[in-house]
């Protein structure tokens, strides 16, 4: 399994800002994921982190609202940008150890945009 | 479009009962992941089930996989009140960039009444 931990844990933003979440991992992980998790739904991938190149974004995320950085093998960031009220989610980073093996879930950030 | 479908999607049930909760998928995939989530907290990996017919049991909970029938189960037996929580269900599957991404269903709220 991996440790990772998430900064901030939460956070309330003002419409119109940008928030960067950090997500750190106490070993070096082939996969890198950032997932959203509107009140109350599922969770939906927002984009795969790729170390040394651009994210893979999924259907519906684009990396000019969500762009993510990943410089090295036990670090990422997702930037929420622009925010809206709609932005109001728990943003959860998961890492998996290689192709196919099991993801493991930070403790998520929480994000509230008035 | 992959879709992962959790029935039911809201359970209560006495402490001491049993209970089976389904987990169907509409597409190929060998790989199925049960987590669990309590209220604010992150996601918890229950069970990783990798191929057909894989049977997993700890504890109070028993999961299986049936890939012909893309269907997976998770039976609660002797419910006790700790089980309380959403329960996720989730297929690892091919993107069409070659990349690996979980695909989630809804979850299931799951509450145990003494």
């Known amino acids: 399994s991996a440790v990772i931990s998430q900064k901030p844990s939460r956070d309330i933003c003002q419409r119109g800002t940008s928030l960067t979440i950090q997500c750190q991992v106490d070993s070096q992980v082939t996969m890198m994921f950032w997932y959203r998790q509107q009140p109350g739904q599922s969770l939906t991938l927002i984009a795969t982190?790729?170390?040394?190149?651009?994210?893979?974004?999924e259907s519906g995320f684009v990396i000019d609202k969500f762009p993510i950085s990943r410089p090295n093998l036990t670090f990422s960031t997702l930037t929420v940008s622009n925010m809206s009220p709609e932005d109001s989610s728990i943003y959860l980073c998961?890492?998996?150890?290689?192709?196919?093996?099991?993801?493991?879930f930070g403790p998520g950030t929480r994000l509230t945009v008035t | 479009e992959l879709k992962v479908e959790q029935n039911p999607l809201f359970l209560s049930m006495q402490e001491g009962k049993n209970y089976t909760i389904y987990c169907n998928y509409s597409t190929t995939s060998d790989r199925l992941y049960w987590y669990r989530q309590d209220p604010g907290k992150s996601l918890e990996s229950l069970f990783v089930?990798?191929?057909?017919?894989a049977v997993k049991q700890e504890g109070r909970l028993m999961a299986s996989l049936d890939t012909k029938a893309r269907l997976s189960t998770l039976h609660i037996t002797a419910a006790v009140h700790d089980l309380s929580a959403t329960y996720f269900c989730?297929?690892?599957?091919?993107?069409?960039?070659?990349?690996?991404?979980?695909?989630f269903g809804k979850g299931m709220k799951l509450t145990v009444n003494p």
């Open positions: 989730a297929v690892d599957v091919l993107t069409q960039g070659g990349s690996e991404k979980l695909v």
């Open positions: 982190a790729n170390q040394g190149s651009e994210a893979t974004y």
């Open positions: 998961s890492v998996g150890t290689g192709p196919w093996e099991e993801q493991y």
């Open positions: 089930l990798l191929s057909n017919g």
